[in-house]
Every structure is written in structure tokens, then in C-alpha cells.
């Protein structure tokens, strides 16, 4: 008999990258692609909600709310019902999988009430058939008192009992996880599922410890049941040797008696109690193999759901990102023009995040100091020189200086120099008159 699988997890926001993994509007690596079609919505969106992101806020805006939802409360709660992979295969086979989902919503729908349940999704391209509900965790009653609440001697005004709220922590409870666990094996008995062991003291190992530990055992069986077929082989043989000298001729006569024993011996030996034990051993042993194998599975398809967690995560937090980067392109596309010239600014002319930040809301800043030129390899004086940001012809922000670009700007400064140096500047060199 396997085990009926209950995962619970709380999210807030809209949770839109946890619905791209449900809709597959992102494809895992983990999932069938040819199977794909086979996953499908267990429960009808009300009418204008297309999604399951839309329907987690059609309940919060329908549910009669009074309070401001925070910006850090939990909105919704994830619910992953599945059971043991072998007991999920016999159950599809058996042609119980439509049935299997009914009994699951009409737990959902008894233990969160029908309306909060608002998604829930077979998935079928995966190793597993599983189930990915969300329910909206809407309560109603008095909230609980904080106990510094209780210690301050103010009298608090009563709500009314039906008044609706989002209070997930109310749902969480150590001892309702705990009752949800047994009330879930109780609905999935009747497919042949049962609780996981209730308070288990077992501790998790790194994964390489454990597979470590695993092929150590196996190898170890391996030896065994070698050892056990050896000792088989080798009364076998005694036995058949023994057969083959009775029946020579020099055995005949009085020897015959004496080598007779000899064979019945070992053929009591071969069929004794000793024997019957290494057999049983070794079948003992085989059926250990088959039990650790079967456990490293489930650790395996447990290690995989935390890498799925986890790729849910990074996926959420990318998404949030592009959001981001596309929220500063839409409404300030000038943004993306600047970060070259910001970072010229800062390697190349070594200007300080004040100066940057001004010059970012395109106003003048007076610049006094030096400024280096990466077309000289110098640095030039500038004393009250006024810096700006602006377009060149082709649309691209570049840096000027007192009002030309700022290679114009250095350049001048080079002539100056040589002139001051009493040294020919280029366009002098030229004809051209200065």
C-alpha cells in the first residue's frame, strides 16, 4: 500500500510564474511534450476569468473583503495531491483517474470551502499524475488575539462572526497540517492509499551521502548472495561427486555401503535445515534490493519536486525582473540610451554618483578639476567647465562640454597646450588658421 501525498504552501502576489508552470505556458524540461494535451482544468472559471492568475484576484475582489490587502499577505495557497508513482499508475489503469479527481475537489471543496477553491489542474506529462489546486484563504470570525493584545487592558470592539478574511495563518496551523494529513489519507483510502508515518523521527541526508550509502548496500547484498550461491554450487558438487564414486567398481562390495552413507550424508546436507536458511537469506536479500530501489525513487522524485521549487522560484523572480525592464523601456525609453554614456562617465572620467544623477535629469553641472582624455592619454584642466548630456545627430546621448561634444572640447585643450608649449597644433600643420 503506498502513500497519499498532501503538500500545502502559501504564496502571495499573483503568483505568475507558479501559473506559467501549471498553464505550461513555460515548458519544463521534465514534462512530455506529447502528453502535454492530456493535462487538463478541473475546475470552469467564472465568466471573464481566462486564467488561473485572473481568478485568484476574482475572489479576493468578490470575497467582501473590508481590510487593504498587504503587500506581503498571503493571497493564495498552493495544494499538490498526488500519491506514491506505482499506486498513481494502477490507479489510471484501473480507469479510476476521473473518479480520483472528483473525490480530491470535493476534499478541497469541504476542508477550504467550494468557493474559495479557484484552480485546480491535472497534469499528466509528468512522471506522476498529479493535481495543482489553489484556494483563496478566505475565513470568517474573529481573528485571534495576539497574547500582548490580551495583556493590555483595552476593551477591543467585537466584529461579527461572518464578517470575510484573508488570513492564511489560520489554515496553517501546526495541529490543521497535521489533521489535513489525516483526513486526506482518510479520503484516498479507498484507492489503496494510507498517511505517511505520523511523527517520524527520520532525518534528511545529503543526497550523495545517500546514494553513497546506497550502492555500499548493494554491493554489500551482492557479496551475500554470491557467498550463499557459492556454498550451493559447492554441495552440489559434493553430492554428484559422491553419486559418480558409488557407482564405480571400486566401490563395490563393502565399500559400497561406507560410500553410500557418504552420498546420503550429503544429500541430508543439501536438503537440511542449514540449506533451506541460506535460501531463505538469500531471498531475504533480494527482496532488500528491490525495497531500496524502490526508496531511492521516491527520494529521487523527491529531490526532483525540490528542483521543480526551485525553478518555480527563479522563474518568479525573473519574471518579476523582465516586468521591471520592461516597465523602465515602456515609460522611460531614454534609459536605455544612457547606460553607455554612464558608464563612460564612470570608468573613463571617473565622475562621482552626485554628478551622474544630475546629469541623468539632463541639467548642467559645473565640473572643476581636472578631466582625462583617453584620446591623449592626459589630463586637461577644468576650471567652472559646464558638463550636459545631449543628442548627437543620430539620436545617441553624448557628454558636452562649455557647449560642444566632449572629444571637441579635448581636443581644443591639446591646442591650447601645444600653443602655449610654442609647439605647431595639427591645424596649424595644416594652413588653417587658428
Not at 476569468?49 to 485568484?56: C, F, G, K, P, S
Not at 541460506?278 to 522524485?301: F, H
Request: net charge positive; with cysteine.
Amino acid at each position: 500500500m503506498g502513500y497519499a501525498v498532501l503538500h500545502m504552501e502559501k504564496t502571495n502576489g499573483t503568483d505568475a510564474a507558479m501559473s506559467a508552470h501549471i498553464e505550461r505556458t513555460i515548458k519544463p524540461k521534465n514534462a512530455d511534450e506529447s502528453r502535454t494535451h492530456l493535462n487538463r482544468e478541473l475546475i470552469r472559471f467564472p465568466d471573464g476569468v481566462e486564467n488561473r492568475t485572473q481568478a485568484i484576484q476574482h475572489r479576493l475582489d468578490t470575497a467582501g473583503l473590508t481590510r487593504k490587502i498587504g503587500n506581503n499577505q498571503v493571497r493564495a495557497i498552493r495544494v499538490l495531491l498526488t500519491g506514491t508513482h506505482e499506486d498513481m499508475e494502477r490507479i489510471t489503469k484501473e480507469g479510476r483517474l476521473d473518479e480520483w479527481c472528483d473525490d480530491n475537489l470535493r476534499y478541497l471543496a469541504d476542508t477550504f470551502g467550494r468557493e474559495n477553491i479557484v484552480s485546480a489542474v491535472l497534469h499528466m506529462d509528468e512522471q506522476t499524475p498529479h493535481i495543482h489546486a489553489t484556494f483563496v484563504p478566505i475565513v470568517k470570525g474573529e481573528r485571534k488575539r495576539k497574547k500582548k493584545e490580551e495583556q493590555v487592558k483595552k476593551r477591543y470592539r467585537k466584529k461579527p462572526t461572518d464578517t470575510a478574511r484573508l488570513c492564511a495563518d489560520d489554515i496553517m496551523t501546526r495541529a490543521k497540517l497535521k489533521s489535513y494529513q489525516d483526513t486526506y489519507a482518510q479520503a484516498m483510502s479507498g484507492y489503496g492509499l494510507q498517511r505517511g508515518i505520523d511523527g517520524s523521527e527520520a532525518k534528511h541526508i545529503t543526497t550523495r551521502q545517500y546514494y553513497r550509502d546506497l550502492m555500499q548496500q548493494r554491493e554489500q547484498l551482492r557479496t551475500d548472495i554470491g557467498q550463499l550461491q557459492d556454498q550451493k554450487g559447492a554441495v552440489q558438487e559434493e553430492l554428484k561427486r559422491a553419486k559418480k564414486e558409488v557407482q564405480t567398481e571400486k566401490l563395490k562390495g563393502a565399500a559400497t555401503t561406507a560410500a553410500t552413507n557418504i552420498a546420503e550424508s550429503v544429500g541430508s546436507l543439501f536438503g537440511s535445515n542449514k540449506v533451506k536458511t541460506l535460501e531463505k537469506q538469500n531471498i531475504v536479500l533480494q527482496n532488500r534490493i528491490i525495497e531500496l530501489e524502490e526508496d531511492a525513487q521516491r527520494r529521487e522524485e523527491w529531490h526532483i519536486k525540490q528542483m521543480q521549487d526551485m525553478k518555480s522560484a527563479y522563474e518568479q523572480q525573473n519574471y518579476k525582473l523582465s516586468e521591471f525592464v520592461d516597465f523602465v523601456k515602456r515609460y522611460f525609453p531614454y534609459v536605455e540610451k544612457l547606460m553607455p554614456t554612464i558608464k563612460f562617465l564612470r570608468k573613463t572620467l571617473n565622475f562621482g554618483d552626485a554628478v551622474i544623477r544630475k546629469l541623468c535629469t539632463f541639467k548642467d553641472v559645473s565640473i572643476k578639476g581636472e578631466l582625462y582624455s583617453r584620446e591623449f592619454n592626459q589630463h586637461f584642466k577644468a576650471d567652472g567647465a559646464v558638463c550636459s548630456l545631449k543628442q548627437d545627430t543620430e539620436g545617441k546621448l553624448e557628454l558636452n562640454i562649455d557647449g560642444i561634444s566632449h572629444v571637441s572640447w579635448f581636443r581644443r585643450k591639446k591646442d591650447e597646450f601645444m600653443e602655449a608649449l610654442e609647439i605647431p597644433t595639427r591645424k596649424q600643420n595644416r594652413g588653417i588658421k587658428l
